[in-house]
């Protein structure tokens, strides 16, 4: 079992940056897959990034490649998402999840969900 929290949202101008901060907590944070999704109103999930256990291997949605970065840190139990050149259309609730099947882009291969930070960003 493992337990996330995300923190670091906010409201942001258009070409501005954020970083978000996902906090683990149980056992073995270090043998789990970490994920960011987001989900805008009336919109479904959306993959937003992926890293393995090991932190050796990132994967990315299409449209986010260049601007924002998956990291982690096994050893204080967090993951970061560094998210640069924002558009109003990033705009949406980010979520941390956990998994075992990899760095998917499939949220159903996530066992694990944080309650979500708010990102905001004004044109």
């Known amino acids: 079992q493992v337990q996330v929290v995300e923190s670091g949202g906010g409201l942001v101008q258009a070409g501005g940056s954020l970083r978000l901060s996902c906090a683990a907590s149980?056992?073995?944070?270090?043998?789990?897959?970490m994920a960011w999704f987001r989900q805008a109103p009336g919109k479904r999930r959306e993959f937003v990034a992926a890293?393995?256990?090991?932190?050796?291997?990132?994967h990315y949605g299409d449209s986010l490649l260049g601007r924002f970065t998956i990291s982690r840190d096994n050893a204080k139990n967090t993951v970061s998402l560094q998210m640069n050149s924002l558009k109003p259309e990033d705009t949406a609730v980010y979520y941390c999840?956990?998994?075992?099947?990899?760095?998917?882009?499939?949220?159903?291969?996530?066992?694990?969900w944080g309650p979500g930070t708010q990102v905001t960003v004004s044109s």
């Open positions: 149980g056992r073995s944070f270090s043998s789990y897959d």
């Open positions: 890293i393995n256990w090991s932190g050796g291997n990132t």
């Open positions: 999840a956990a998994g075992s099947f990899g760095p998917t882009w499939h949220d159903y291969d996530y066992n694990y």
